[in-house]
T-cell receptor
Framework: GAVVSQHPSRVICKSGTSVKIECRSL??????MFWYRQFPKQSLMLMATSNEGSKATYEQGVEKDKFLINHASLTLSTLTVTSAHPEDSSFYIC????????????FGQGTRLTVV | GQNIDQPTEMTATEGAIVQINCTYQTSGFNGLFWYQQHAGEAPTFLSYNVLDGLEEKGRFSSFLSRSKGYSYLLLKELQMKDSASYLCAVRGGFKTIFGAGTRLFVKA
């Protein structure tokens, strides 16, 4: 299957600072990337959908000014958690897919964010 | 809107067969996925169904009935390493929504 690389895998930051998470598709062009958040023992919650070269579409209840998403190329999307607070501590996972229906989503390794 | 239901936990014995059910409601159905997720790791793809029927892949099989909004994942010859969460995910349009997952415990 295709490879999606997510970096960093773990990050600890101080409250009030910003953290950037990168999601790269290594061997295919990802026209669409998805960002999920997962709290312990809960399912993946879709935060936003980003398409290359256009603004991300955020799910209801997700603050677009707090979770900045950039999808500048077909192989890279970034999620920046701005002014992080302890309640933002979570497992963030990206997935990438190509155009067309029926394509599976390939997941990055996930990023464990801890805000202290 | 979209809604996905699957059991919270299941326990099965090594070597046995287990069936994990998933019921869903969605508009613009565009496929159903099953993923395996070990604690602290990202999900890994297991299967994809878009037409009714059974898809078999080694020890894993997945079934879909679109008219009933129902799917199941069948795991045969269970191994200890199969202990994990199994996520049912439904694509409506170009958006994939995940169920809460079923935690499977395989005991010796």
């Amino acid at each position: 299957g295709a490879v999606v690389s997510q970096h960093p895998s773990r990050v600890i930051c101080k409250s009030g600072t910003s953290v950037k998470i990168e999601c790269r598709s290594l061997d295919f062009q990802a026209t669409t990337m998805f960002w999920y958040r997962q709290f312990p023992k809960q399912s993946l919650m879709l935060m936003a959908t980003s398409n290359e070269g256009s603004k991300a579409t955020y799910e209801q209840g997700v603050e677009k000014d707090k979770f900045l998403i950039n999808h500048a190329s077909l192989t890279l999307s970034t999620l920046t958690v701005t002014s992080a607070h302890p309640e933002d501590s979570s497992f963030y996972i990206c997935s990438a897919s190509t155009t067309g229906s029926g394509t599976e989503a390939f997941f990055g390794q996930g990023t464990r964010l801890t805000v202290v | 809107g979209q809604n996905i239901d699957q059991p919270t936990e299941m326990t099965a014995t090594e070597g046995a067969i287990v069936q994990i059910n998933c019921t869903y409601q969605t508009s613009g159905f565009n496929g159903l996925f099953w993923y395996q997720q070990h604690a602290g790791e990202a999900p890994t793809f297991l299967s994809y169904n878009v037409l009714d029927g059974l898809e078999e892949k080694g020890r894993f099989s997945s079934f879909l009935s679109r008219s009933k909004g129902y799917s199941y994942l069948l795991l045969k010859e269970l191994q200890m390493k199969d202990s994990a969460s199994y996520l049912c995910a439904v694509r409506g349009g170009f958006k994939t929504i995940f169920g809460a997952g079923t935690r499977l415990f395989v005991k010796a």
